[in-house]
């Protein structure tokens, strides 16, 4: 439980950033939003074991995250947005799989 009690912590920390990106009117709000949380959500899932209980949707959620952090980096910003809330899906996939093997396995 301290583990997500962190991890909480760093959401809201990763939100705070966003909005106040949001509201400084950068153009790179959304992609910084999606991507903080993607992020956040893929080390949760590695945490859980993802890598070993979900392959897939692990392996879909840290490449669609990389492929948004390139799309950034060279500004194309609403690709890198998308990419990032794909890869925040696939995590999110992964994390359920992953916990759905832990109850399968008695842990």
Do not use: P, W
Not at 54 to 71: G, I, M, P
């Amino acid at each position: 439980m301290i583990r997500l009690k962190g991890l909480e912590k760093v959401r809201s920390l990763a939100l705070s950033i966003g909005l106040l990106m949001t509201a400084s009117g950068c153009g790179n709000a959304l992609y910084a939003l999606a991507a903080n949380s993607a992020s956040t959500k893929v080390e949760e899932a590695r945490e859980l074991g993802a890598e070993q209980y979900a392959t897939y949707d692990f392996y879909l959620a840290t490449e669609h995250l990389e492929k948004a952090q390139t799309e950034a980096s060279e500004a194309d910003y609403s690709d890198a947005a998308n990419l990032a809330e794909k890869a925040e899906e696939h995590a999110d996939k992964a994390i359920r799989l992953a916990r759905e093997a832990h109850r399968g396995a008695g842990r």
